[in-house]
């Protein structure tokens, strides 16, 4: 018997959310007569079933039914203590256009709040959902005053955002962010609705005046993190700087939010106040790991920056910091980046390969030594010396199994093959990596698997695809001139053959390497016009639409090429920044 009792309330329960889906879906297309006929039999089962009750009353609105509706109501009201239908009662009236009335049942709903606060959630959200924001302003204050212990500064945020009252909206949300931190990157994902890069836009305007209020009222170290998250959007570092330091000298414990703002001004090529800030983080931070990335982090920059004359400089810089704190596998990234250094700028290879060899000495562990191995092997392809490399790449695969830096090892055999025209070789490890664990590995071995496969059968020979694997070397090996002037014989010898969009589209990022924008942009345009199908149109017009933009100011351009992205490659990488770029450009208010 117990089992038959289960058995008909399990299948009570499936004809139940049967009829529901079967209700939901007469509704969803516009058959309100057979959805009121269902949810009145889903309502006459489950009598005090709150949604059943909004269902059917939405229903008979939907209807024009609103004196049904109505008598409804009312009966509920009769036997169900939930204020909110008080709301529902009222915005039937609205809609026979009864305001009388429908400002009568909305005082009332109101009134409920101040014999128990707790009915603001009903109530509230009804008015909110009818788009009465007003009442749901005052349900919210009224609540707040009852029982201070609420916090409705996020939804009174959402319903000012709503109203464009962007200066109560960020209160609220700043209000929000103090009493609940953990909530701290979602207020910022909600500021970032209504804030733009353009530090003049009135609504960045109103946000600096709510913080800086804030601090004056209660100097609060979360209201300068805020500010300096504000001056990073707009990519005001210098003033992120200032917020930075100001939050370090009273008393942060972390030197993280400098370390952060340092990086991301690098990633937006600001790279001096990047350095201003990597300086500050060696002549404060206490422990030497922050020191010796800071000291990392700008001799990168310094490099990249510099030329020919600098590179005696530098070279004498990495020898300071390494006699400063040791040749030890504390400096291990120091030190290979100085045989980098050595190796692709400063024209020292052999000396590059004995320092890492004497690197190697140390008391490493095994990522340690692949670490090594690996440059070792990035400076014996730079010397052509194809082999030697495969073997240290090799001994990587071996010893790391299935790892990150394995799997790298894995696509730089594929690189070293390609580059001396091994292309079978090649494909078979790149099969291999277009499954790999890392997304950037993965993508970048279907990248080169695709250059070779589309290119290798249009010349038995594969004179073009061979000039094209030089060229790429040539790129590695820091001789960029040459790598352009071998990607010009491509283009006027193999004018016929797909690979042409490759190298126009090559040699367009090495223009732009070189500061020569007018020929990037004519490469770009060769392949906007010729290759419109090929899958480097995307790539060609994003290229384009940022050197218009941020090389010479012509906003318009740049504009109509986003809009070629957003409308004609949905598909594409570019798509959400294109989007995102394209309402900067046209003066919106972006996420």
């Given at each position: 018997?117990?089992?038959?009792?289960?058995?008909?309330?399990?299948?009570?329960?499936?004809?139940?959310?049967?009829?529901?889906?079967?209700?939901?879906?007469?509704?969803?297309?516009?058959?309100?007569?057979?959805?009121?006929?269902?949810?009145?039999?889903?309502?006459?089962?489950?009598?005090?079933?709150?949604?059943?009750?909004?269902?059917?009353?939405?229903?008979?609105?939907?209807?024009?039914?609103?004196?049904?509706?109505?008598?409804?109501?009312?009966?509920?009201?009769?036997?169900?203590?939930?204020?909110?239908?008080?709301?529902?009662?009222?915005?039937?009236?609205?809609?026979?256009?009864?305001?009388?009335?429908?400002?009568?049942?909305?005082?009332?709903?109101?009134?409920?709040?101040?014999?128990?606060?707790?009915?603001?959630?009903?109530?509230?959200?009804?008015?909110?959902?009818?788009?009465?924001?007003?009442?749901?302003l005052m349900a919210y204050s009224k609540a707040k005053?009852?029982?201070?212990?609420?916090?409705?500064?996020?939804?009174?945020?959402?319903?000012?955002?709503?109203?464009?009252?962007?200066?109560?909206?960020?209160?609220?949300?700043?209000?929000?962010?103090?009493?609940?931190?953990?909530?701290?990157?979602?207020?910022?994902?909600?500021?970032?609705?209504?804030?733009?890069?353009?530090?003049?836009?009135?609504?960045?305007?109103?946000?600096?005046?709510?913080?800086?209020?804030?601090?004056?009222?209660?100097?609060?170290?979360l209201w300068n993190k805020l500010l300096s998250w504000?001056?990073?959007?707009?990519?005001?570092?210098?003033?992120?700087?200032?917020?930075?330091?100001?939050?370090?000298?009273?008393?942060?414990?972390?030197?993280?939010?400098?370390?952060?703002?340092?990086?991301?001004?690098?990633?937006?090529?600001?790279?001096?106040?990047?350095?201003?800030?990597?300086?500050?983080?060696?002549?404060?931070?206490?422990?030497?790991?922050?020191?010796?990335?800071?000291?990392?982090?700008?001799?990168?920059?310094?490099?990249?920056?510099?030329?020919?004359?600098?590179?005696?400089?530098?070279?004498?810089?990495?020898?300071?910091?390494?006699?400063?704190?040791?040749?030890?596998?504390?400096?291990?990234?120091?030190?290979?980046?100085?045989?980098?250094?050595?190796?692709?700028?400063?024209?020292?290879?052999?000396?590059?390969?004995?320092?890492?060899?004497?690197?190697?000495?140390?008391?490493?562990?095994?990522?340690?030594?692949?670490?090594?191995?690996?440059?070792?092997?990035?400076?014996?392809?730079?010397?052509?010396?194809?082999?030697?490399?495969?073997?240290?790449?090799?001994?990587?695969?071996?010893?790391?199994?299935?790892?990150?830096?394995?799997?790298?090892?894995?696509?730089?055999?594929?690189?070293?093959?390609?580059?001396?025209?091994?292309?079978?070789?090649?494909?078979?490890?790149?099969?291999?990596?277009?499954?790999?664990?890392?997304?950037?590995?993965?993508?970048?071995?279907?990248?080169?698997?695709?250059?070779?496969?589309?290119?290798?059968?249009?010349?038995?020979?594969?004179?073009?695809?061979?000039?094209?694997?030089?060229?790429?070397?040539?790129?590695?090996?820091?001789?960029?001139?040459?790598?352009?002037?071998?990607?010009?014989?491509?283009?006027?010898?193999?004018?016929?053959?797909?690979?042409?969009?490759?190298?126009?589209?090559?040699?367009?990022?090495?223009?732009?390497?070189?500061?020569?924008?007018?020929?990037?942009?004519?490469?770009?345009?060769?392949?906007?016009?010729?290759?419109?199908?090929?899958?480097?149109?995307?790539?060609?017009?994003?290229?384009?639409?940022?050197?218009?933009?941020?090389?010479?100011?012509?906003?318009?351009?740049?504009?109509?090429?986003?809009?070629?992205?957003?409308?004609?490659?949905?598909?594409?990488?570019?798509?959400?920044?294109?989007?995102?770029?394209?309402?900067?450009?046209?003066?919106?208010?972006?996420?």
């Amino acid at each position: 018997m117990k089992y038959v009792f289960v058995f008909t309330i399990l299948l009570s329960m499936t004809i139940g959310a049967q009829n529901d889906a079967i209700a939901k879906d007469y509704y969803a297309k516009g058959e309100f007569e057979k959805a009121l006929a269902e949810y009145k039999k889903l309502y006459y089962k489950s009598p005090s079933n709150i949604n059943y009750i909004n269902q059917v009353v939405s229903t008979y609105q939907q209807l024009e039914q609103y004196d049904e509706a109505e008598v409804f109501l009312l009966n509920i009201l009769e036997r169900i203590n939930y204020p909110a239908f008080l709301v529902e009662l009222g915005y039937n009236f609205q809609l026979k256009d009864d305001t009388e009335n429908a400002q009568i049942y909305y005082n009332k709903a109101l009134a409920k709040i101040d014999d128990n606060p707790n009915h603001v959630f009903g109530i509230a959200r009804l008015f909110q959902s009818h788009s009465l924001l007003d009442e749901a302003l005052m349900a919210y204050s009224k609540a707040k005053v009852l029982n201070p212990e609420f916090n409705f500064n996020l939804q009174m945020a959402q319903i000012y955002g709503e109203q464009g009252n962007i200066e109560n909206m960020f209160s609220c949300y700043m209000d929000f962010a103090a009493s609940s931190p953990v909530a701290l990157n979602n207020v910022k994902r909600a500021i970032n609705n209504f804030i733009t890069e353009d530090g003049d836009h009135e609504n960045n305007i109103i946000l600096r005046k709510v913080l800086l209020r804030k601090i004056q009222e209660n100097p609060d170290l979360l209201w300068n993190k805020l500010l300096s998250w504000l001056f990073i959007q707009q990519k005001d570092f210098r003033k992120a700087f200032a917020q930075e330091k100001a939050i370090f000298n009273r008393g942060a414990e972390s030197l993280s939010g400098l370390e952060e703002l340092a990086q991301i001004a690098v990633n937006d090529e600001q790279e001096d106040i990047a350095l201003e800030v990597y300086t500050f983080l060696i002549d404060t931070a206490q422990d030497i790991d922050t020191q010796l990335a800071a000291h990392h982090n700008i001799l990168l920059i310094r490099t990249k920056l510099g030329n020919k004359e600098d590179y005696p400089g530098i070279q004498e810089q990495y020898l300071n910091i390494l006699n400063q704190y040791g040749t030890l596998p504390q400096t291990l990234d120091i030190q290979i980046s100085y045989a980098h250094f050595l190796a692709f700028y400063s024209g020292q290879p052999e000396e590059a390969t004995r320092t890492l060899e004497q690197t190697l000495e140390l008391p490493l562990n095994p990522l340690q030594q692949a670490k090594v191995k690996l440059e070792l092997g990035d400076i014996l392809v730079l010397q052509e010396q194809f082999n030697k490399a495969l073997i240290y790449y090799s001994q990587i695969q071996r010893n790391l199994k299935n790892s990150t830096i394995s799997q790298e090892a894995r696509f730089k055999v594929a690189k070293a093959s390609y580059y001396k025209g091994d292309f079978k070789w090649a494909e078979s490890q790149l099969n291999i990596l277009k499954s790999s664990t890392s997304q950037l590995i993965a993508n970048d071995a279907l990248e080169l698997k695709l250059l070779i496969s589309d290119n290798k059968y249009e010349d038995s020979t594969q004179t073009a695809l061979k000039l094209y694997a030089k060229a790429d070397l040539l790129t590695f090996q820091n001789k960029k001139e040459a790598a352009i002037v071998l990607l010009d014989r491509i283009i006027e010898e193999h004018k016929t053959e797909p690979i042409v969009a490759q190298a126009l589209f090559k040699q367009g990022q090495l223009f732009e390497a070189h500061s020569q924008f007018e020929k990037a942009v004519s490469n770009y345009e060769r392949i906007r016009a010729n290759y419109r199908e090929g899958i480097l149109m995307d790539d060609a017009l994003y290229r384009l639409a940022r050197i218009y933009n941020e090389q010479y100011n012509e906003k318009e351009k740049a504009k109509l090429l986003l809009e070629e992205i957003i409308f004609n490659h949905d598909d594409s990488i570019y798509f959400v920044d294109a989007r995102k770029q394209y309402r900067i450009l046209r003066g919106d208010a972006i996420n």
